[in-house]
């Protein structure tokens, strides 16, 4: 049974700065990658960034490149998203996932994720 839990979720204003965690219950290398999605109310589900466990390549949304970085302790099996220069339609409720192997990781493409973490919660004001 995996888990995937996350942590750091909060309000800050506008230009501020937040890290996520995402602890995971097994070895970060059991899956392809890790990634990180948010949901906005009324809003579809969001790719944010990814992360490949073999290698580390990173992919990002356009809309947070160069602010947002996706990163993992692979002794710890956390994944962190470093937010900065938050803005108010970062707003979201932000998920971690995990994507076994089998196929590509696609960060805009929740579909192929096959675990999922509960959500926290962003509020930028």
């Known amino acids: 049974h995996v888990q995937l839990v996350e942590s750091g979720g909060g309000s800050v204003q506008a230009g501020g700065s937040l890290r996520f965690s995402c602890q995971v219950s097994?070895?970060?290398?059991?899956?392809?990658?890790m990634a990180w999605f948010r949901q906005a109310p009324g809003k579809e589900r969001e790719g944010v960034a990814n992360i490949y466990t073999v290698g580390s390549s990173t992919y990002y949304a356009d809309s947070v490149k160069g602010r947002f970085t996706i990163s993992r302790d692979k002794v710890k099996n956390t994944v962190f998203l470093q937010m900065d220069s938050l803005k108010p339609e970062d707003t979201a409720m932000y998920s971690c996932?995990?994507?076994?192997?089998?196929?590509?990781?696609?960060?805009?493409?929740?579909?192929?994720?096959?675990?999922w973490g509960q959500g926290t919660q962003v509020t930028v004001s």
């Open positions: 996932a995990a994507r076994g192997y089998g196929g590509p990781c696609y960060v805009d493409d929740p579909n192929g994720y096959n675990y």
């Open positions: 097994r070895s970060t290398y059991s899956f392809n990658c």
